[in-house]
């Protein structure tokens, strides 16, 4: 894979770090944190790097607004690890989130394609 020097990376914003998290356990289902951060990344082409902490934050606030719910298995390397999956309030808030993130990127590439024709 391609490495992407620091200055192509990107910081993720939490709401968008919370949509990815949900649609990641939606699609793969039930996976411990250090594996939906790998996922993100890997999807990311490497744009995106997420350290342990941020998305640890951000399963503990799904966690919390009950989107997503945990239990302790054992990893790919049998270790214990708590997994994390999405509830059915999260699959209505990624609805709703994924909608919306497709109506705001629409008018910042409207916004973006005008800035250019000026």
Not at 4 to 25: A, C, F, H, N, Y
Not at 98 to 116: K, Y
């Amino acid at each position: 894979m391609e490495q992407i020097p620091d200055s192509k990376r990107s910081e993720v914003l939490q709401g968008t770090l919370d949509l990815m998290v949900l649609k990641t356990l939606d699609a793969l289902g039930p996976l411990h944190g250090y594996g939906i951060a790998r996922r993100i990344e890997q999807i990311s082409h490497g744009v995106l790097e997420l350290n342990e902490g941020t998305v640890y934050t951000a399963l503990l606030r799904l966690q919390q607004k009950g989107w997503i719910a945990s239990a302790w298995g054992a990893s790919e390397n049998n270790r214990r690890a708590k997994f994390y999956s999405i509830t059915r309030s999260g699959r209505k808030q990624l609805a709703a989130e994924a909608e919306n993130w497709e109506r705001v990127s629409t008018v910042i590439g409207r916004l973006l394609r005008l800035a250019s024709q000026a």
